[in-house]
């Protein structure tokens, strides 16, 4: 099969070779020593400020999202929630399961986030935003310099889930003022489900510890107290930490996050203009892509995409992305992060030409 998929994605030879491996004890200073490596590269390749902190959770974005908004904020803050699908929703869930004060900022799916929407919640006492930096649901990117500029100007702490943008997409917690984000193992990363990784400014630092939730298991503080000496409270997904860990130097090496965001890019446009002459079409204006995925919208309103994520898996060995809910039917996505190769799109482009010639798009 070719995983076309946003995650798990296809994984590098070098991270399956170490993951065929026996697990180690990881109480050492050795796995101390990889421990407090993967923090100093994630809090580069996030482009995050001087004392930056990051936290390593074992458990999937979802709960890096609930930790986070649980450890960052109570019931006396007010937060912004940008909700433009499903990912959005999800911090909507999240704040409402945990009696937190929201406001929700509602987008059409694919809709940009603009500075006149905004301007609507300009000095209305907001203490905390949530917003994904690319909304996988959609394949958008949101404008994250308007959000930061606008964080800045009314004193709000930004929280962004950068799980799928992470990597395929520029981002800067410094340039952005972001003050904490997350990403997750699966996705850009190329590693196995089951880690997430948050990174947490000074001013997050200092939040999470005011706070101190109460919480056993999501409870950041403690993560940070253990994570000086390179450790974490619980036994961690050791295995995907050591691939974790190869991964971030291979991509040092490469030249970093540019690299990685050019790679990303190029992969995108490949198969963006190969698909140019089906009768798909783009969920967002194409200068509001984001390089991690796109999500084609089907022309022709008695043709399924539910069925061609189907017919794709059963007849030529291709997984794409269906969409949930109201968008099952009408769109699927194609992810362009993971180990791919040109080829590979080419296959899939072949066998989405072949599914329009047989009347399926
Ligand atoms: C994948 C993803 C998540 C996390 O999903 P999990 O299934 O919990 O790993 C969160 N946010 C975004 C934007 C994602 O793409």
Not at 134 to 150: A, K, P, W
Not at 170 to 188: D, P, Y
Not at 286 to 305: E, F, I, Q
Not at 334 to 347: A, C, K, L, M, T
Request: proline share 4%.
């Amino acid at each position: 099969m070719i995983n076309f998929t946003v995650g798990p994605v296809q994984m590098d030879d070098e991270t399956m070779k170490l993951g065929a491996g026996q697990i180690p004890y990881f109480r050492t200073p050795e796995f101390s020593a990889v421990m407090k490596e993967n923090e100093r590269l994630l809090c580069k390749f996030f482009d995050a400020p001087e004392e930056s902190r990051a936290i390593f959770m074992t458990g999937s974005g979802t709960a890096s999202m609930e930790a986070g908004v649980l450890n960052f904020f109570t019931g006396k803050d007010r937060l912004l929630v940008v909700n433009g699908g499903s990912f959005g929703h999800r911090f909507v869930e999240i704040c409402e399961l945990h009696g937190i004060p929201f406001t929700e900022i509602k987008l059409d799916y694919g809709e940009p986030l603009k500075a006149a929407g905004l301007s609507l919640y300009e000095n209305k006492g907001y203490t905390g935003f949530l917003i994904q930096l690319c909304e996988t649901s959609t394949g958008i990117l949101y404008d994250m310099d308007l959000v930061g500029d606008f964080c800045l100007r009314n004193h709000i702490f930004l929280f962004v889930d950068a799980v799928s943008g992470f990597m395929a997409d520029a981002f800067s917690m410094r340039k952005m003022h972001v003050n904490a984000a997350i990403t997750g193992s699966q996705k850009a990363l190329s590693l196995p489900p089951s880690m997430s990784f948050t990174v947490l400014d000074e001013q997050a630092v200092l939040r999470c510890q005011n706070i101190n939730v109460k919480n056993l298991y999501f409870n950041y503080p403690a993560y940070l107290r253990d994570g000086e000496r390179g450790q974490t409270p619980f036994t961690p997904a050791v295995g995907t930490l050591l691939q974790l860990n190869e991964k971030l130097r291979r991509i040092e090496v490469a030249g970093g996050m540019p690299v990685q965001n050019r790679l990303a890019k190029e992969r995108a446009s490949y198969f963006r203009t190969g698909i140019k002459n089906l009768p798909l079409a783009l969920l967002s204006e194409a200068k509001n892509l984001s390089n991690c995925v796109t999500a084609l919208r089907l022309k022709n309103h008695d043709r399924s995409a539910y069925r061609v994520f189907e017919l794709l898996k059963e007849e030529y060995g291709i997984w794409v992305c269906p969409n949930s809910g109201d968008m099952a039917d009408r769109v699927f996505r194609v992810g362009h992060i993971g180990s791919i190769s040109n080829e590979e799109f080419d296959r899939l482009i072949d066998a989405l030409c072949k599914l329009y010639e047989r009347n399926y798009l």
